[in-house]
């Protein structure tokens, strides 16, 4: 894979070439490596002929591009997406001798003659640490002749003692709950019907344990919708409730989402970060409405589509009135800030400008800082990042007292145009009203742009395409009095793939 492209994320996993989108498969191993596996077409930079690529990784940052790890059985099936598990109890009994053993558990997909047939379950295993599989010789392991039953996520549940698997009806809205001793035998065990928003169809769901500030740990399930999200197209929402080791109950049906922008979906979580730690996933930063046409995948750009998100760590919190809100926040940001490219911790109201155009990675982080604020919500903090040679630009901000809340505009971004890309995003009526501090932090990085209230309490995810590289960033703080105070600080990134 070439990294070098001006639109390649340099802090972002990307696939070395080719088309990716699902993240599948992540854990964390016993001997402390972060794996991703994704759903790979390695022939073509658009979907189809799925297998699972793999990637690992010290740091969530610095990733090294492995062997394709899951391989279709026959030429008319691809595989989908799923979650693998560490075996520690040797519950399958593929692992006789080892406690790291791993089992991939998947939705095979047939297409005999290119028509969609049926999907079902799978699971291979895995003696090497996760680096090659070898198919369970009696798959499938779950099979209900459905062409809509896939993205098998499994868990180990420690007190009924059983692996626990959430499954996507995905035509009937129906998140199905199997469980089972051997990873082998699945026995139905309940459903979770028609919740939140519907969409078009449910997808890749996941379900764990999640901290909540304050509190008990509480259980957490994330379903993906896709299509007919309320933006358009792909996007994910949440659900905090109770799990008994067979029935996921939530706390209410209120309908909440993970991210405000258009380009987060499927995220999912890694096995073994202890419950009680902030829980970390990557999503897959595209939209199906037009990952298969934005302009990476061209051959001047090194024909590689999508990118996941940076690894977000994730806890619950009561923030906004509705409550059980889902902090997601960048994990471990200060792995990757390289050298500081402008500072100020007095700024007030005021400018502040920064050339980035010479740092190798493109890439660069922001935080913005506003204190001491007098009472009530105040101020604005609003940037601009724009090419000097092209004038295209892509901006956004927080506007603290009104609308649009935060907010991120990618329509003067020239490289991309397609009715679906649509430009504006934003999130209102975020700031508690007594709040006399906010902030803003940015993570751009050459063709995806996340940005945070908070540090955490809402995310954005956007991605862009610019017709030349972007090297100038401003940003401007107003409506501040002069009794608070304002701090910004940008650095910037290395790069991770040099
Ligand atoms: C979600 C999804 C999954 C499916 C995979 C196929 O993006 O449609 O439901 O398993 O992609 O690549």
Redesign the pocket.
């Known amino acids: 894979g070439n990294y070098t492209d001006y639109l390649r994320p340099r802090v972002h996993f990307s696939p070395p070439r080719y088309f990716m989108?699902?993240p599948n498969g992540m854990h964390r191993d016993p001997s402390g490596t972060w794996h991703i596996y994704y759903?790979y077409n390695p022939l073509t930079p658009v979907?189809g002929n799925?297998h699972w690529g793999h990637a690992t990784s010290k740091d969530l940052y610095t990733w090294e591009n492995q062997k394709i790890a899951v391989w279709p059985p026959n030429n008319y099936t691809?595989v989908?997406?799923?979650s693998a598990v560490i075996d520690s109890n040797n519950t399958s009994g593929f692992f006789p001798d080892q406690d790291n053993g791993v089992v991939a558990v998947y939705?095979l997909?047939e297409y005999p003659g290119g028509e969609a047939g049926i999907q079902y379950q799978a699971i291979a295993y895995s003696r090497d640490d996760g680096y090659t599989f070898e198919a369970y010789d009696r798959n499938p392991v779950l099979n209900i002749n459905s062409t809509q039953f896939?993205?098998p996520y499994v868990i180990w549940h420690e007190p009924s003692r059983h692996w626990v698997m959430v499954i996507?009806y995905?035509a009937e809205y129906v998140i199905g709950v199997y469980t089972s001793p051997d990873l082998k035998e699945w026995t139905h065990a309940s459903n979770f019907t028609k919740h939140g928003y519907l969409g078009t169809?449910y997808?890749?769901p996941n379900l764990l344990q999640m901290p909540m500030k304050g509190g008990d740990p509480v259980w957490f399930l994330v379903i993906?919708l896709?299509p007919g999200g309320p933006r358009g197209g792909?996007i994910s929402q949440y659900f905090v409730g109770d799990f008994n080791g067979t029935h996921f109950e939530p706390f209410d049906d209120a309908t909440r989402f993970t991210d405000f922008g258009k380009d987060n979906?499927?995220a999912q979580f890694f096995h073994n970060v202890p419950a009680n730690e902030p829980q970390i996933a990557l999503g897959?930063a595209s939209n199906?409405q037009y990952t298969q046409l934005v302009p990476t995948g061209l051959l001047e750009h090194g024909q590689f589509r999508s990118a996941m998100t940076v690894p977000r760590e994730h806890y619950i919190a009561n923030v906004s009135a509705r409550g059980y809100d889902l902090i997601s926040g960048i994990h471990n940001v200060s792995a990757i800030i390289d050298e500081e490219l402008a500072f100020n911790s007095s700024l007030g109201n005021g400018t502040i400008l920064a050339y980035f155009g010479d740092v190798p990675s493109g890439a660069f982080y922001l935080e913005a800082n506003i204190t001491n604020l007098t009472s009530t919500l105040q101020g604005t903090a609003n940037f601009t990042i724009s090419s000097s040679v092209s004038g295209e630009y892509i901006s956004g901000g927080i506007n603290a007292a009104g609308s649009p809340g935060i907010w991120v505009d990618r329509g003067h971004i020239r490289g991309f145009d397609n009715p679906y890309f649509t430009d504006k995003f934003s999130e209102e009526g975020v700031l508690a009203p007594n709040s006399t501090t906010w902030s803003l932090s940015l993570l751009y990085d050459n063709s995806i742009l996340e940005m945070f209230l908070n540090g955490a309490q809402q995310a954005g995810t956007v991605t862009f395409f610019p017709e030349r590289r972007l090297d100038t960033l401003a940003i401007y703080v107003g409506g501040i009095p002069e009794s608070a105070g304002s701090s910004v600080a940008v650095w910037s990134l290395k790069d991770t793939w040099a």
């Open positions: 989108n699902d759903q979907a799925q691809y989908f997406s799923g939705t997909a896939r993205d996507a995905a169809q997808e890749c993906s896709n792909s979906y499927a897959w199906w």
